[in-house]
Antibody, heavy 121, light 108 residues
Framework: EVQLVESGGVVVQPGGSLRLSCAASGFTFQNYVMYWVRQPPGKGLEWVSLIGWDGTRTKYADSVKGRFTISRDNSRNSLYLQMNGLRTEDTALYYC??????????????WGRGTTVTVSS | SYELTQPPSVSVSPGQTARITCSGDALPRQNVYWYQQKSGQAPVLVIFDDSKRPSGIPERFSGSSSGAMATLTISGAQVEDEADYHCYSTDSGGTHWVFGGGTKLTVL
C-alpha cells in the first residue's frame, strides 16, 4: 500500500524557518516526481512545488519562489520542504503527494494526510 | 498568473445529477483533473485526462471538457458524495500548475 506521512509542522513566528518532511513507502520512491500542495484554513488547494525523480528538476509557485526549497533523499525515501522567510499567509495544511507517473502530464494520484504550519506572532 | 474558476457551491437532492464546472483559458489545450476532498480528509483523484475514471471510482462520476470549460458530472448523487471538488490543470505553456478554488457539493 502506498503511504505518505508528513511531519514537521509547528507554530512559527513570521520571518522564521521550518523544514517539513514526508516519509514514503509502498512504491519505488526514486522513480516518481513528488509534490507539496498546501491548503489554508477553510480555503482551496494551492500547488506549491514539484521535484523530479532525481532531484535535478524543481518548480515552485510564484508565491513561494525564493523562500521555499524542495528536496529529496532517495536513499531514505523522503521528501522535504525547507521554508524560509515565513509569512502569515503561509499558514496552511501542507500535503505531500506522489505523481501518477504519466509522462504526458504532471498530476497527483496519492496524497498524505498533511502537516499543519501556523505562522503567527 | 493562470486561474481556474469554479462555482463556490452546488446543491442537489439525492438521486439528482450534480454538475460542477471549471473554466480556464488554457483548457482547450490542456487536460483537466478532478479531486474529491471529504471533510477532514486528503484529496482523492476521481477523474483524470478530462474524462477517465481511476479504478475504484464509482461509474456515476464522469468528466467532460469542451472549449474553455470542463465539467464533472455525478449522475444520481449520493449523500456520501458530499465533499469539496477541486479541478486541476496547467497553463498553455505547461509551466504553472493550478487548482480551481474548489466547489462545495451539498447532497440533501
Amino acid at each position: 500500500e502506498v503511504q505518505l506521512v508528513e511531519s514537521g509542522g509547528v507554530v512559527v513566528q513570521p520571518g522564521g524557518s521550518l523544514r517539513l518532511s514526508c516519509a514514503a513507502s509502498g512504491f519505488t520512491f526514486q522513480n516518481y516526481v513528488m509534490y507539496w500542495v498546501r491548503q489554508p484554513p477553510g480555503k482551496g488547494l494551492e500547488w506549491v512545488s514539484l521535484i523530479g525523480w532525481d532531484g535535478t528538476r524543481t518548480k515552485y509557485a510564484d508565491s513561494v519562489k525564493g523562500r521555499f526549497t524542495i528536496s529529496r533523499d532517495n536513499s531514505r525515501n523522503s521528501l522535504y520542504l525547507q521554508m524560509n522567510g515565513l509569512r502569515t499567509e503561509d499558514t496552511a495544511l501542507y500535503y505531500c503527494a506522489k505523481d501518477m507517473g504519466d509522462p504526458r502530464f504532471y498530476y497527483m494520484d496519492v496524497w498524505g494526510r498533511g502537516t499543519t504550519v501556523t505562522v503567527s506572532s | 498568473s493562470y486561474e481556474l474558476t469554479q462555482p463556490p457551491s452546488v446543491s442537489v437532492s439525492p438521486g439528482q445529477t450534480a454538475r460542477i464546472t471549471c473554466s480556464g483559458d488554457a483548457l482547450p489545450r490542456q487536460n483537466v483533473y478532478w479531486y474529491q476532498q471529504k471533510s477532514g480528509q486528503a484529496p482523492v483523484l476521481v477523474i483524470f485526462d478530462d474524462s477517465k475514471r481511476p479504478s475504484g471510482i464509482p461509474e456515476r462520476f464522469s468528466g467532460s471538457s469542451s472549449g474553455a470549460m470542463a465539467t464533472l458530472t455525478i449522475s444520481g448523487a449520493q449523500v456520501e458524495d458530499e465533499a469539496d471538488y477541486h479541478c486541476y490543470s496547467t497553463d498553455s505553456g505547461g509551466t504553472h500548475w493550478v487548482f480551481g478554488g474548489g466547489t462545495k457539493l451539498t447532497v440533501l
